[in-house]
């Protein structure tokens, strides 16, 4: 486990397009389909790392308490498949039925996404207003595995409310922490 910071994206900038595969579903899930939302959540998460098992409940949870908002939220997994095979879309499907996400749960396999988006870790979270400007990167929340905080989300709760109500974002940002994504290795 190769420990990673998230590479801390500039805040404004425009988030990226995707057009990626739902494992639940099958459906291709495009940046745009959410036009209507005032903000929009895009976490980079696996099934593997022990950071991203450590709040995957609360990833779930904060699914299910921001379902109603006006709240875009999909997750990414970008791991080499190959490599780890727990990161292939029926790992991921599993992962999510288990956990109960309630919203798209997309396969990046050419990378191509994590890339745009600078994704540097898992997990490695992204928010954007409603002009898909990003006004928050970084953590969950203060918990990390074994150090004993309990995992609340209360840096991402903050910051999705503060989205939400059109007000201004912390002016301190922590960076996410986890294991770095798993690039293919290049021939």
Not at 43 to 64: D, S, W
Not at 127 to 134: E, G, P, T, V, Y
Not at 163 to 177: R, Y
Request: charged share 20%.
């Amino acid at each position: 486990m190769a420990l990673t910071e998230s590479s801390m994206l500039a805040l404004g900038t425009e988030a990226p397009d995707f057009a990626l595969p739902d494992v639940v579903t099958g459906k291709t899930v495009h940046r745009n389909d959410f036009q209507g939302a005032k903000a929009m959540l895009v976490m980079f998460i696996c099934t593997h790392c022990p950071y991203v098992k450590h709040i995957e409940k609360g990833l779930a949870q904060l699914g299910r308490d921001y379902k109603d908002k006006p709240l875009a939220i999909v997750a990414i997994s970008s791991n080499d498949a190959v490599a780890y095979p727990d990161d292939a879309p029926a790992g991921l499907k599993k992962q999510a039925q288990t956990c109960g996400f309630t919203f798209p749960y997309l396969y990046d396999e050419s990378q191509d996404v994590a890339r745009a988006y600078k994704a540097a870790c898992t997990p490695d979270i992204y928010l954007f207003d409603s002009a898909r400007k990003l006004v928050y990167r970084g953590q969950f929340d203060r918990s990390r595995p074994g150090n004993g905080v309990p995992v609340t989300g209360e840096d991402l709760r903050a910051a999705l409310d503060a989205a939400l109500a059109g007000k201004p974002q912390a002016a301190v940002q922590q960076p996410s922490i986890g294991c770095n994504i798993k690039w293919k290795a290049t021939r």
